[in-house]
């Protein structure tokens, strides 16, 4: 049997293979039977991975999605029974819906499914504006590959291919075949090809890239799904019609490739965290150049005397609601002028080096004033934060935001966490 050819990798061979179809819009019945029909095509045999196109079940059906999301669990059966049918492994995205705080999350995940059911998740982390998925979809975070017999497989969705950081991190981790499940259309269909090519060869793993064909209300989608190799050999490669394709995959293949190097293996820490602290006039220039990339630049400010799990965990969230976080920093004078003369405990250079090496923060600028309202009306913030415990309607720099078309945000703070209430304990002699 072909599970018991081992190699030098001490993985076996086994088959990966692709099933591009037409996804027709809300017809989750016709699209799981080309599901079916593509696997008895494909005829794989154990071990094995089969790969299905981005929302598989239904398509992009905005107004019904959170009724697919609800049928999430009866689709994921059908997979699993499937995929013990045929004993391999079949992965492809679904909508899922979660209820956080009190509101209805809708996510757009990849599963990987085994005879025994879900093995893993990675929810898709870039949403494609254009086709309105940022108004239907919430943001996936922390993309972790995942284990299975076949080895340690990570995974994208569409848009996600053209993040190569999001598929380097799970190289890193072990991560030896890519799955890509996506609706990629044909305008873009070079790039699908040579991001396809280039992830393989960057991060030296197999790429498996399903993709949709057909067309929806205006839009034509390329197919062309893909098996490449690790030195970015196509193995596989669909047109842009229905169909399947499968290959055998050797993982001493990519033991060769990383042979002589490993280009994963590389991850230097090459930008000093100091360079994060920048005056004013610096940081407009780097505000205005943010501005011609479209990015979402989010302002807080505080005095971070003592930096403790409730500031991080506040600034972490902040981070969460754009692409750049800016940290206004009281000075030391500033700090004096509203806690008094015994504040700040750690000086400005301090509290700003300690803030400039957190990774959620991307710059910090120091401010003489008691309020940051200067930096705010200079900076103009897409987005102004601050703790939960301060009303919009009191945040300073709020109305100037909302004028300039920003919005203004509160993120809840972690309760019992104070640098007040620390130095009151530290003082007591750290007793409770």
Same mark, same amino acid.
């Given at each position: 049997?072909?599970?018991?050819?081992?190699?030098?990798?001490?993985?076996p061979?086994?088959?990966?293979?692709?099933?591009?179809?037409?996804?027709?819009?809300?017809?989750?019945?016709r !699209?799981l039977?080309?599901?079916?029909?593509?696997?008895?095509?494909?005829?794989?045999?154990s071990?094995?991975?089969?790969?299905?196109?981005?929302?598989?079940?239904?398509?992009?059906? *905005?107004?019904?999605?959170?009724?697919?999301?609800?049928?999430?669990?009866?689709?994921?059966?059908?997979?699993?029974?499937?995929?013990?049918?045929?004993?391999? *492994?079949?992965?492809?995205?679904l909508?899922?819906?979660?209820?956080?705080?009190?509101?209805?999350?809708?996510?757009?995940?990849? *599963?990987?499914?085994?005879?025994?059911?879900?093995?893993?998740?990675?929810?898709?982390q870039?949403?494609?504006?254009?086709?309105?998925?940022?108004?239907?979809?919430?943001?996936?975070?922390?993309?972790?590959?995942?284990?299975?017999?076949?080895?340690?497989?990570?995974g994208?969705?569409?848009?996600?291919?053209?993040?190569?950081? $999001?598929?380097?991190?799970?190289?890193?981790?072990?991560?030896?075949?890519?799955?890509?499940?996506?609706?990629?259309?044909?305008?873009?269909?070079?790039?699908?090809?040579? $991001?396809?090519?280039?992830?393989?060869?960057?991060?030296?793993?197999?790429?498996?890239?399903?993709?949709?064909?057909?067309?929806?209300?205006?839009?034509?989608?390329?197919?062309?799904?893909?098996?490449?190799?690790?030195?970015g050999?196509?193995?596989?490669?669909?047109?842009?019609?229905?169909?399947?394709a499968?290959?055998?995959?050797?993982?001493?293949?990519?033991?060769?490739?990383?042979?002589?190097?490993?280009?994963?293996?590389?991850?230097? *820490?090459?930008?000093?965290?100091?360079?994060?602290?920048?005056?004013?006039?610096?940081?407009?220039?780097?505000?205005?150049?943010?501005r011609g990339?479209?990015?979402?630049?989010?302002f807080? !400010?505080?005095?971070?005397?003592?930096?403790?799990?409730?500031?991080?965990?506040?600034?972490?969230?902040?981070?969460?609601?754009?692409?750049?976080?800016?940290?206004?920093?009281?000075?030391?004078?500033?700090?004096?002028?509203?806690?008094?003369?015994?504040?700040?405990?750690?000086?400005?250079?301090?509290r700003?080096?300690?803030?400039?090496?957190?990774?959620?923060?991307?710059?910090?600028?120091?401010?003489?004033?008691?309020?940051?309202?200067?930096?705010?009306?200079?900076?103009?913030?897409?987005?102004?934060?601050?703790?939960?415990?301060?009303?919009?309607?009191?945040?300073v720099?709020?109305?100037?935001?909302?004028?300039?078309?920003?919005?203004?945000? !509160?993120?809840p703070?972690?309760? !019992?966490?104070?640098?007040?209430?620390?130095?009151?304990?530290?003082?007591?002699?750290?007793?409770?």
């Amino acid at each position: 049997m072909v599970q018991n050819n081992r190699n030098s990798s001490n993985l076996p061979l086994f088959t990966v293979g692709f099933i591009q179809f037409d996804v027709k819009l809300g017809e989750t019945a016709r !699209n799981l039977a080309e599901v079916r029909n593509g696997l008895t095509a494909l005829a794989m045999q154990s071990p094995g991975l089969a790969v299905l196109p981005e929302l598989w079940a239904a398509g992009f059906d *905005y107004p019904r999605m959170a009724e697919h999301a609800g049928r999430r669990e009866e689709m994921l059966d059908a997979l699993r029974e499937e995929a013990e049918r045929y004993e391999i *492994y079949i992965a492809g995205s679904l909508p899922e819906i979660i209820i956080e705080a009190g509101r209805s999350l809708i996510f757009n995940t990849l *599963y990987f499914v085994g005879p025994e059911g879900v093995l893993g998740k990675i929810r898709k982390q870039q949403l494609f504006a254009p086709m309105e998925e940022d108004l239907f979809f919430t943001a996936g975070r922390n993309p972790q590959p995942v284990a299975t017999e076949l080895g340690i497989l990570a995974g994208v969705v569409c848009y996600d291919l053209r993040f190569p950081d $999001l598929i380097r991190s799970q190289a890193a981790k072990g991560g030896r075949l890519l799955v890509v499940s996506a609706q990629w259309p044909t305008a873009r269909l070079a790039h699908w090809r040579t $991001l396809l090519k280039a992830r393989a060869i960057e991060n030296q793993i197999f790429v498996i890239g399903c993709n949709r064909c057909g067309i929806s209300d205006d839009t034509e989608f390329g197919g062309h799904s893909m098996i490449v190799a690790p030195d970015g050999l196509v193995l596989a490669e669909a047109g842009g019609e229905p169909g399947q394709a499968k290959e055998m995959v050797d993982p001493a293949l990519l033991s060769q490739c990383r042979k002589l190097f490993t280009a994963v293996a590389s991850a230097p *820490y090459r930008f000093p965290d100091r360079d994060k602290i920048v005056p004013l006039p610096v940081l407009k220039k780097i505000v205005e150049n943010y501005r011609g990339l479209t990015r979402r630049v989010v302002f807080t !400010n505080g005095c971070f005397d003592i930096l403790h799990r409730g500031h991080v965990t506040y600034l972490e969230e902040a981070r969460r609601l754009g692409d750049c976080l800016i940290v206004g920093l009281n000075s030391d004078a500033s700090v004096r002028a509203l806690k008094g003369e015994e504040r700040p405990l750690n000086d400005e250079e301090s509290r700003a080096r300690v803030l400039a090496a957190l990774g959620c923060v991307d710059h910090v600028v120091l401010f003489e004033e008691e309020t940051p309202l200067g930096l705010i009306s200079e900076l103009s913030p897409d987005i102004l934060v601050k703790g939960g415990d301060w009303p919009v309607e009191k945040i300073v720099g709020a109305e100037e935001v909302m004028a300039a078309g920003g919005e203004v945000l !509160n993120i809840p703070v972690v309760e !019992n966490f104070s640098t007040t209430s620390l130095i009151d304990r530290i003082r007591r002699g750290g007793d409770g």
